[in-house]
């Protein structure tokens, strides 16, 4: 309670070559304590972008309907949407993917 996003994701700084994060959009009674994942998504990369080794990659992925990733996260960093190569055969029909993700590095 009352951790801001880049507390929880920058809380354990051990060089990793892959760091996996899991964050859920929360809901609670303080909406300003809330973590909205279209909002903090670019806290939560530079976050978890400051535990990688050098040389390691973020993969970044959401379920998110309609997410859109900052386009300031392109201008810091090397990112390639994965999404369609992540997708299984019987989901690329869709009009919309049911979910987005990206391979994040150091540029």
């Known amino acids: 309670p009352g951790h801001s996003v ?5 809380h354990d700084q051990r060089d990793a ?12 009674a303080d909406a300003a304590s809330a973590v909205s994942l279209q909002r903090d998504h670019g806290q939560l ?9 050098p040389g390691g990659l973020l993969i970044f992925s959401t379920n998110k309907r ?3 990733l900052d386009a300031q996260i392109a201008e810091r960093y090397a990112v390639e949407d994965k999404t ?12 919309k993917p049911i979910h987005y993700c990206w391979y994040i590095t150091a540029k």
């Open 45 to 53: 990369i530079d976050g978890a972008m400051a535990c990688l080794a």
């Open 84 to 95: 369609a190569w992540s997708l299984d055969e019987d989901f690329k029909r869709r009009s």
């Open 17 to 28: 070559d892959v760091t996996a994060r899991h964050v859920q959009e929360v809901r609670s």
């Open 6 to 10: 880049v507390e929880v994701v920058g």
């Open 66 to 68: 309609g997410f859109e």
